[in-house]
C-alpha cells in the first residue's frame, strides 16, 4: 500500500521523507526530464521502426533478389533490415523527444509558467533545429510546423 506524502506524514521517518523530497527534486529537473524523454522516445521509435519495416515485405512488391534467395537467406535479410530500421527510427525518436523535452522544460523554467506558450515554443525550437542543415525556409516552415502540432496536442491534453 502506497502512503501519500503529505510532509507531515508521522508515519514516515525524517529520512524518508527526505528521500522522498530529493526523489522529487530529481524528477523536476530538467536534465531527469530530457534524459527520460529520450528513453521513452527511444523506445517508442524502436517499436514503431520494427511495425513499419514489416509492412515493406507484406505486400506484392517485393524485391526479385530476394524472392530466389533460400527461406534461410530471405529472413536474415528480412530481419537485418528491420532492425537496421528499428535502430534508426528509436535514434530520431529519442533525439527529437530529447530536443522537444529539454527545450520545454528550460523555457517553462525561465518563464515560471507552465501554459500553452511553452509548448509552441518548445515545438517551433525543436522543428528549427531539426531543419537547420536545409536552410533558413526549411527552418521556418519546420518550425512552424512543429510549433503548429505542438499546440494542437497541448490544447487537446489540456482541454478541460
Given at each position: ?19 522522498i523530497k530529493m526523489m ?68 530520431n525518436f529519442g533525439v ?65
Amino acid at each position: 500500500m502506497s502512503i501519500p506524502f503529505n510532509g507531515q506524514n508521522s508515519q514516515m521517518s525524517p529520512q524518508e521523507q527526505e528521500t522522498i523530497k530529493m526523489m522529487h527534486a530529481a524528477m523536476e529537473s530538467c536534465v531527469v526530464k530530457t534524459a527520460m524523454s529520450g528513453a521513452a522516445g527511444f523506445v517508442m521509435g524502436g517499436a514503431f521502426g520494427l511495425f513499419m519495416s514489416s509492412f515493406e515485405y507484406a505486400g506484392p512488391m517485393m524485391n526479385e533478389d530476394l524472392v530466389k534467395q533460400t527461406t534461410k537467406q530471405q529472413i536474415k535479410h528480412v530481419f537485418k533490415d528491420m532492425g537496421t530500421r528499428a535502430w534508426s527510427m528509436a535514434k530520431n525518436f529519442g533525439v527529437v523527444g530529447m530536443i522537444y523535452s529539454g527545450s520545454e522544460c528550460c523555457i517553462e523554467s525561465y518563464r515560471a509558467k507552465n501554459d500553452l506558450y511553452n509548448s509552441v515554443a518548445a515545438g517551433a525550437f525543436t522543428g528549427g533545429l531539426l531543419a537547420a542543415k536545409a536552410g533558413p525556409q526549411a527552418m521556418a516552415l519546420g518550425a512552424g510546423g512543429f510549433a503548429a502540432f505542438s499546440a494542437g496536442i497541448d490544447w487537446y491534453m489540456h482541454r478541460d
